[in-house]
């Protein structure tokens, strides 16, 4: 199992960011995905799931400005970041399965990628 994500960098506030997370090594089109993150010195925080037929979750603090999505014919997963604050600036990781905050339950992650929001 291996998953890859990108676009992650340096956004100013208010902006925005699309993250990818391509996957390999098992059935995508069957499984659920999250999202999550880590800010500096801080723990993990889910932040998005999916689940393989589309229904969709979302943080309360991302609610209204995150989009999950995903495309089954690419074994990819997404997360469309608009009005990005300072605050979400962390390490965005994502993971097989969709178990919200129950990190024991992951046994697949990706190497995560850097989102920094400042001006």
Sequence with gaps: VQLVESGGGLVQPGGSLRLSC???GFTF???AMTWARQAPGKGL???SGIYDEGATFYADSVKGRFTISRNNAKNTVY???NNLKPEE???YYCAVGSY???WSKYEHWGQGT???VSS
């Design 22 to 24: 391509v996957t390999s």
């Design 29 to 31: 089109s069957r499984s």
């Design 45 to 47: 925080e889910w932040v």
């Design 79 to 81: 997360l469309q970041m």
């Design 89 to 91: 600036t962390a390490v």
């Design 100 to 102: 919200r905050d129950l």
């Design 114 to 116: 850097q989102v920094t």
